[in-house]
C-alpha cells in the first residue's frame, strides 16, 4: 500500500506563503489521481484541490487563484503552493491518493473518492 508522508506547513503571516509536499512512497505521483484537502477545527475535512494522472488541475472556489498543485515524478511529490493566505486557511492540511481507477476529468472532492492518506501538517496564518 502506497504511503504518503506531508511536509512544509508551519505559522505563516496573512498574505504570506507556503508550500507544501506530499511523497509518496512508491511509484511515481503521475501513477495516481493525487487530492489536497484540508480540516480546520470543528469543521468537516474538505477538498483544496487535485491533479488527475494526466495532470489536469482542479481548485476548490475558496482557493482559485491564490493556490496552485504541481508534482514532480523524479521527485514522487506533490507540491500544494499556497499565496496569500488568510487566516481562513488555517487548518491541517492532508494529501490523499486515489488508487482506484476513475474518470481523469471529473474533480474528485470527497474524501470518500480517496484510498490512502498522508499524516497531515499543520498551517496557521495569522491575522
Known amino acids: 500500500q502506497v504511503q504518503l508522508v506531508e511536509s512544509g506547513g508551519g505559522l505563516v503571516q496573512a498574505g504570506g506563503s507556503l508550500r507544501l509536499s506530499c511523497t509518496t512512497s512508491?511509484?511515481?505521483?503521475?501513477?495516481?489521481?493525487m487530492g489536497w484537502f484540508r480540516q480546520a477545527p470543528g469543521k468537516e475535512r474538505e477538498s483544496v484541490g487535485a491533479i488527475s494522472r494526466s495532470g489536469r488541475l482542479y481548485y476548490a472556489d475558496s482557493v482559485k487563484g491564490r493556490f496552485s498543485i504541481s508534482r514532480d515524478n523524479a521527485e514522487k511529490t506533490v507540491y500544494l503552493q499556497m499565496n496569500s493566505l488568510k487566516p481562513e486557511d488555517t487548518a491541517v492540511y492532508y494529501c490523499?491518493?486515489?488508487?482506484?481507477?476513475?474518470?481523469?476529468?471529473?474533480?474528485?472532492?470527497?474524501?470518500?473518492?480517496?484510498?490512502?492518506w498522508g499524516q497531515g501538517t499543520q498551517v496557521t496564518v495569522s491575522s
Open positions: 490523499a491518493a486515489r488508487i482506484r481507477s476513475g474518470s481523469q476529468v471529473y474533480y474528485y472532492t470527497m474524501t470518500y473518492d480517496y484510498d490512502t
Open positions: 512508491e511509484r511515481t505521483v503521475s501513477s495516481y489521481y
